[in-house]
């Protein structure tokens, strides 16, 4: 089992949608929770974090996270064909917080 | 941009050479930390420098290794390449070296070895 799954897609969804980017993990020791956009040939870019259970917002992003289930999310409101992209999600220990395990991460493509 | 920049962006190589990668981390930052990503993956931990000493590794074989500078700079090198090294190696950089840190990435080095 892998440490952290993600979907691979490609995921589409229609310009002005909500995309719905999901994740699991497998270590109940994950402490941190990270979600990295990358563009095609480019590095990864920090869009969100979220430490506690429960919904955090910022702008048009919003994460959820459920350590019950193991599970974090990222949803992307009014999508734009900009947000096309793979989405990385990421977790951080707490028995070996100087890594970050990656998924491999959902390919998202908005349609005009 | 994330002030995190690393060079060379891109770099070809034969099996059997060496290489140094070097990343200069954000003002403030004292941690940083190397990644390997095959295309079509994830990135994959290789280690971390924090305050001059490492802080941890990943799986990767002694043949990679690192430094970082008293500014905080950074070096990767990796001794006897192979063709399965081709990929992008990405710095990433933080505050510190806690778990509710964020890391912030340099745009990458491309190594391609042939």
């Known amino acids: 089992q892998k440490e952290v799954e993600q979907n691979s897609g490609p995921l589409s969804v229609p310009e002005g949608a909500i995309a719905s980017l999901n994740c699991t993990y497998s270590d109940r020791g994950s402490q941190s929770f990270f979600w990295y956009r990358q563009y095609s040939g480019k590095s990864p870019e920090l869009i969100m974090f979220?430490?506690?259970?429960g919904d955090k917002e910022d702008g048009r992003f919003t994460a959820q996270l459920n350590k019950a289930s193991q599970y974090v999310s990222l949803l992307i409101r009014d999508s734009q064909p900009s947000d096309s992209a793979t989405y990385l999600c990421a977790v951080k220990l707490y028995s070996s917080a100087s890594k970050i395990i990656f998924g491999s991460g959902t390919r998202l493509s908005i349609r005009p | 941009e994330t002030g995190v920049t690393q060079s060379p962006t891109h770099l070809i190589k034969t099996r059997g050479q060496q290489v140094t990668l070097r990343c200069s981390s954000q003002s403030g930052h004292n941690t940083v930390s190397w990644y390997q990503q095959a295309l079509g993956q994830g990135p994959q931990f290789i280690f971390q420098y924090y305050r001059e000493e490492e802080n941890g590794r990943g799986n990767f074989p002694p043949r990679f290794s690192g430094l970082q500078f008293p500014n905080y700079s950074s070096e990767l090198n990796v001794n006897a390449l192979e063709l399965d090294d081709s990929a992008l190696y990405l710095c990433a950089s933080s505050l510190d070296r806690g778990v509710n840190t964020e890391a912030f990435f340099g745009q990458g080095t491309r190594l391609t070895v042939v």
């Open positions: 979220i430490y506690s259970n």
